[in-house]
Each structure stands twice: as structure tokens, then as C-alpha cells.
């Protein structure tokens, strides 16, 4: 039964705040009750996802590997379709890079200046040159790599390998290994 909280005598509170600290305490049994038992199926999972994991590695590896060796097949495309997924490579964002990792912003804004054509591509002027790297990007298909090379720059882009599993035949596989 509730009691009104404008009736509520000393020893109704003291019971109340009992029965708080009780359902607190009931709580938090559970809850480690509960991480107890996620942690015992963690532990019985693990030698076999660990042996999956390593094992999906490899194989991967070996894919990327004969994809690599194979790109003549790629036929300038980037990706294979294959009975059970699809194999590629994607290429990630353009990215300008010093060709020279110890040579400094300040030099290349500073090559940049010396050129006609490089100007436009520093964002202030003086007393500090900075190089407008977005500018340089956006430009990218205008500039030429000897340009880009004689201030010490290149644009580069990264290339990942990935396999996409199809799903009906990543489905069926899955079946058969049960």
C-alpha cells in the first residue's frame, strides 16, 4: 500500500528507503548475474571465433593476394563478380601528399610562390604562406604531376581490396557448414 507522501511518517520513510536499497541491491545481484553469465559464454565461444577469425584471415589474405597477382583480369574494372560474392578494389578519397615527408608546408607554399601558376593555391600571402591543400585537390585533374612534382607534392589515392558475400549463396554455404 502507498502512502501519501504528505503523511508519510519517520518510520514509513525509514521503510521506504529500505525497500529502495533492497530493489538497488536486487538490481545490481542481477545485473552481475547477468555479466557472470555473458562472460561464461564469452569465454566457451572464444577458442572457436578466435580459430574462425585466423582462419577467415588467411583465406582473405589469399584472395587479396590473387587479386593482386591478377589484375589483368580486372580488365579496367574494379571489381569481379565471382558464385559467391563479389571481389574488388575501392579506391579511397584523393589525398594530397608531401613527396618528402621531412620537407615542410612552408617550403612547398614558398615553391608554390615562385611559379605563376602556384600562386593561386597559397592562402595567405604573407607573413606565414600557407598552402591551400583543398584548392590543390579540387584542381587536381588541371595540374600536371611534373607541376605537382617540382614543389615537392603528389596526389595519391589508396586503393582497398574487399570481398562482398552474396547473399543467397552466402546463405546456402551457411546451411551446408550447420
Known sequence: MTTPLDTLSRPDLENLIGD???LHLRLEAR???M????TDVRNRHSADLDTLERELADKRA??????????????GKKSIECHHGTIGFRSGP????????????????QKL??????SQYIRSPEPQPEVNKEALLAD???????????V???????ERFYIAPRVRASENLLRAAA
Not at 555479466?35 to 555473458?38: G, K, P, Q, S, T
Not at 584523393?94 to 607554399?109: G, M, Q, R, V
Open 20 to 22: 529502495v536499497v533492497g
Open 35 to 38: 555479466e557472470r553469465e555473458i
Open 113 to 118: 610562390r615562385r611559379f605563376t601558376w602556384g
Open 31 to 33: 545485473r552481475s548475474e
Open 94 to 109: 584523393p589525398k594530397l601528399e608531401k613527396i618528402k615527408a621531412d620537407t615542410s608546408w612552408e617550403l612547398i607554399a
Open 62 to 75: 589469399r584472395v587479396h593476394l590473387w587479386a593482386e597477382d591478377n589484375r589483368d583480369i580486372f580488365r
Open 140 to 150: 587536381r585533374h588541371k595540374l600536371d604531376t611534373d607541376k605537382l612534382k617540382k
Open 152 to 158: 615537392g607534392l603528389r596526389i595519391a589515392q589508396d
